[in-house]
């Protein structure tokens, strides 16, 4: 059956893992259904004062798309939703879809108010009609949730593997000490801090190792820690800023071990560690979110409130100079690739 969707959250840019969920959902959806998309995310630039009215005018925006689009006979509403203050926003764009009879999927992608019970979310809940589905990232999101809430609900799952396609690059490895590396928008939340200290106390136990560091860094603290980092660490840490396309993969293709050592309230399921998986990476992440159901035998998952650099500097002394890494690459490509093939029918039948 074709619906028709008015697909409401944010897009790119700016690029961060909603939005980048977000439009890759829409592009799944729009390829079997007709979809009309809002975007939530507000205008790149301007001081934040001005960022708040300007996303509420989008999310007006996105109300008149709502009773635009009201008389389709096969509509449906598909919303992400927020997982900060932004959720005050979900409520209202849910209410006007249920107003409007939308059958309506309601993606979540943060466990900031599955850990911390929100008002909101209670709220959305209690409003929530029959014909609402949630959509959750893992089984464990979900169960965490329902335990939560205490509610009964209709659910589905769609993993955010649906949207990262396997890597086949089989070049073989040139000889190189063993390298890790980081991808994000790079922040103390996000483990910078954690992955130099980890490099730093690899260094002076004298293993052979060297880091690439790769993402956009906002602020003026972190920004001077990498460059502090980089005069300290010359010759074994690489600084590549933002990363896009090839500059991305090549990324992926000169380290051996993602690390992830996220503290991020939102974290739920990172897409950049689906991508390290589908490069052939290792990875050592902390246990948040869904991050334990993307790793598999071949990683390291640090508990939430454990030692992160003793544990994987003990573990990264383990890995072997040959270690066949080309076979263990390969092998990680082909489980990302029956993973991401599962997902994406997920994804697929999810308006069927």
């Given at each position: 059956?074709?619906?028709?969707?008015?697909?409401?959250?944010?897009?790119?840019?700016?690029?961060?893992?909603?939005?980048?969920?977000?439009?890759?959902?829409?592009?799944?959806?729009?390829?079997?259904?007709?979809?009309?998309?809002?975007?939530?995310?507000?205008?790149?630039?301007?001081?934040?004062?001005?960022?708040?009215?300007?996303?509420?005018?989008?999310?007006?925006?996105?109300?008149?798309?709502?009773?635009?689009?009201?008389?389709?006979?096969?509509?449906?509403?598909?919303?992400?939703?927020?997982?900060?203050?932004?959720?005050?926003?979900?409520?209202?764009?849910?209410?006007?879809?249920?107003?409007?009879?939308?059958?309506?999927?309601?993606?979540?992608?943060?466990?900031?108010?599955?850990?911390?019970?929100?008002?909101?979310?209670?709220?959305?809940?209690?409003?929530?009609?029959?014909?609402?589905?949630?959509?959750?990232?893992?089984?464990?999101?979900?169960?965490?949730?329902?335990?939560?809430?205490?509610?009964?609900?209709?659910?589905?799952?769609?993993?955010?593997?649906?949207?990262?396609?396997?890597?086949?690059?089989?070049?073989?490895?040139?000889?190189?000490?063993?390298?890790?590396?980081?991808?994000?928008?790079?922040s103390r939340a996000k483990g910078l801090g954690t992955f130099l200290d980890l490099l730093r106390h690899a260094i002076l136990q004298?293993?052979?190792?060297?880091?690439?560091?790769?993402?956009?860094?906002?602020?003026?603290?972190?920004?001077?820690?990498?460059?502090?980092?980089?005069?300290?660490?010359?010759?074994?840490?690489?600084?590549?800023?933002?990363?896009?396309?090839?500059?991305?993969?090549?990324?992926?293709?000169?380290?051996?071990?993602?690390?992830?050592?996220?503290?991020?309230?939102?974290?739920?399921?990172?897409?950049?560690?689906?991508?390290?998986?589908?490069?052939?990476?290792?990875?050592?992440?902390?246990?948040?979110?869904?991050?334990?159901?993307?790793?598999?035998?071949?990683?390291?998952?640090?508990?939430?409130?454990?030692?992160?650099?003793?544990?994987?500097?003990?573990?990264?002394?383990?890995?072997?100079?040959?270690?066949?890494?080309?076979?263990?690459?390969?092998?990680?490509?082909?489980?990302?690739?029956?993973?991401?093939?599962?997902?994406?029918?997920?994804?697929?039948?999810?308006?069927?």
């Amino acid at each position: 059956m074709t619906r028709h969707i008015v697909a409401i959250g944010p897009l790119p840019p700016p690029l961060h893992g909603l939005s980048i969920a977000t439009a890759a959902m829409v592009e799944l959806l729009s390829e079997d259904h007709t979809v009309v998309t809002s975007n939530l995310s507000p205008p790149a630039g301007g001081s934040r004062l001005w960022r708040h009215p300007a996303k509420a005018a989008k999310v007006v925006a996105a109300l008149a798309s709502l009773a635009r689009e009201r008389g389709h006979p096969d509509k449906a509403c598909y919303l992400a939703c927020d997982g900060g203050l932004g959720q005050l926003y979900t409520l209202l764009l849910l209410a006007v879809a249920r107003l409007f009879a939308y059958p309506t999927y309601l993606h979540h992608h943060s466990f900031r108010y599955i850990d911390r019970p929100s008002l909101t979310m209670r709220a959305i809940l209690a409003l929530a009609a029959p014909d609402l589905t949630h959509v959750f990232l893992c089984g464990m999101m979900r169960d965490r949730f329902i335990d939560t809430y205490d509610r009964r609900l209709h659910a589905a799952i769609v993993s955010n593997a649906a949207f990262v396609h396997p890597q086949n690059d089989g070049a073989a490895i040139p000889a190189r000490p063993l390298t890790i590396g980081m991808l994000s928008n790079l922040s103390r939340a996000k483990g910078l801090g954690t992955f130099l200290d980890l490099l730093r106390h690899a260094i002076l136990q004298g293993l052979p190792i060297r880091a690439v560091l790769a993402g956009p860094v906002t602020d003026n603290d972190d920004r001077a820690m990498i460059d502090t980092a980089l005069n300290e660490f010359a010759g074994s840490l690489d600084y590549r800023g933002r990363v896009l396309g090839d500059d991305k993969a090549k990324f992926y293709r000169d380290i051996d071990v993602f690390v992830f050592p996220t503290t991020y309230v939102n974290e739920a399921q990172p897409i950049v560690v689906f991508e390290a998986k589908a490069a052939g990476s290792a990875v050592i992440a902390y246990d948040r979110g869904c991050i334990h159901n993307q790793l598999d035998e071949t990683d390291l998952l640090v508990p939430a409130h454990g030692a992160f650099t003793e544990i994987a500097i003990a573990w990264l002394s383990e890995i072997p100079s040959d270690d066949r890494r080309d076979q263990r690459r390969r092998e990680a490509r082909q489980i990302h690739e029956i993973r991401q093939k599962t997902a994406r029918k997920q994804a697929k039948s999810l308006m069927q």
